[in-house]
DNA sequence: AACCAGGACGTGA
DNA sequence: TCACGTCATGGT
């Protein structure tokens, strides 16, 4: 007889297993007291630090867009040797430069732009959105990248959905693939709904920290076990996990 | 050598 | 509303 999934009981596991991520990396603050060889902090809390912290993750939230993070390194670090790791600095490159900056990210004529018009944006707002909403309207803005900003840049508690937050719950058979919602925007407030409410009916959590925490650990377990052809073999939620299909 | 990666947007039905 | 297609590099 086993314990049946729960949100709670699967971060439980997970940071029962992992620890501490450490999310989001500043690289900028590699191998400085408190962060690893990559920028991660585990059990550092008082992220951003300033506003170069809370750029550098904007600016990671647009390259990391359907794109591995070693990708989004080599492009953070080009950008920071070419002292183009501000909005300033960003915004003193012409075109073809920003896209030789941020070429091994991939997608690099659309991200050029992003970046751009959310350098303006953050100039424009030197103390963050104003709102969710207006984040949004950002154009190369969708849910996951301004819950991305707003919970790590901006502290603010607006929990991150993936694709490897979807694949999870999935798997796992708290919700069923079939049931999800049909458009990208609906399941995305689905399960983000889903997991919060149960995440929030625990009296006493500090709801940022623990968002933090809960994404990483998603993302940490899905880059070892839960991949798109998944390796059970170790994860924490083994002997708990039906294995169910997930969409995509 | 396909497949996948810390998505978002445009298009035509 | 839905079902696609497009964007691009780099690791496995």
Redesign the pocket.
Known sequence: MTIPLSVQLIFELLFEHYGPRG???ILTRADTPGFDSKGYHPGVYDIPRNRADSWE?MA??IL?????????E?ALLRLYEARALSPEGYLSFGPESQIDLI?????????SV?IERLARYFLDHPQGPESREEL?C?????????D?ILL?AFGRPSFVV???TI?LICRTGLLSAEKL????S?R?EYVQYFVTSDIDSLPGLNLIQTYQEDH?LV?HN??IHC???PKCGGCPLERYCPKLPAP?
């Open positions: 999310w989001w990396p993750i990671g939230s990391t867009q359907n794109t591995a993070w070693t990708n989004v080599k070429r091994p990210a991939g997608y690099f004529n659309q991200k992003r949004l950002q154009k190369g803005v969708g849910p996951e990248t301004a991305s790590y993936d694709l490897y694949r919602p049909k458009t990208f609906k995305y990483a993302v899905a880059k991949a798109a052809k995509v």
